[in-house]
């Protein structure tokens, strides 16, 4: 089974960087793509980007698109979210997802939703003050 562990979140002004990290370990860790969803306060789960296998696809939510980078480094397990020009509205708990199991579509856009995801982090806050 793997798990999935979120570090990086903390308290930006607008304008600011953060960079997540998402460190996926267990017995066999093997992961297809990976993604980052975000909860904001009152609001619904939303996709916030994707990254396939290899690392040579990607998939940007268009709140995010030209301001947040998504890449992984599989030598370590790890998924990053290089955020960059933070804005007040980019404020909610950011969880990191990974699908473990076979998926039934190869297509980056297949990892927008949630339902294509079976493993899921305990989630980090970012906060972004104006």
């Known amino acids: 089974q793997v798990q999935l562990a979120e570090s990086g979140g903390g308290l930006v002004q607008a304008g600011g960087s953060l960079r997540l990290s998402c460190a996926a370990s267990?017995?066999?860790?093997?992961?297809?793509?990976m993604g980052w969803f975000r909860q904001g306060p009152g609001k619904e789960r939303e996709f916030v980007a994707a990254?396939?296998?290899?690392?040579?696809?990607?998939n940007y939510a268009d709140a995010v698109k030209g301001r947040f980078t998504i890449s992984k480094d599989n030598a370590k397990n790890t998924v990053y979210l290089q955020m960059n020009s933070l804005k007040p509205e980019d404020t909610a708990v950011y969880y990191c997802?990974?699908?473990?199991?076979?998926?039934?579509?190869?297509?980056?856009?297949?990892?927008?939703?949630?339902?294509?995801?079976?493993?899921w982090g305990q989630g980090t806050q970012v906060t972004v003050s104006s």
């Open positions: 990254i396939s296998r290899s690392g040579a696809r990607t």
């Open positions: 267990g017995r066999t860790v093997r992961t297809y793509a």
């Open positions: 997802a990974a699908r473990t199991s076979t998926p039934t579509d190869s297509s980056i856009s297949y990892y927008v939703r949630g339902g294509s995801y079976d493993t």
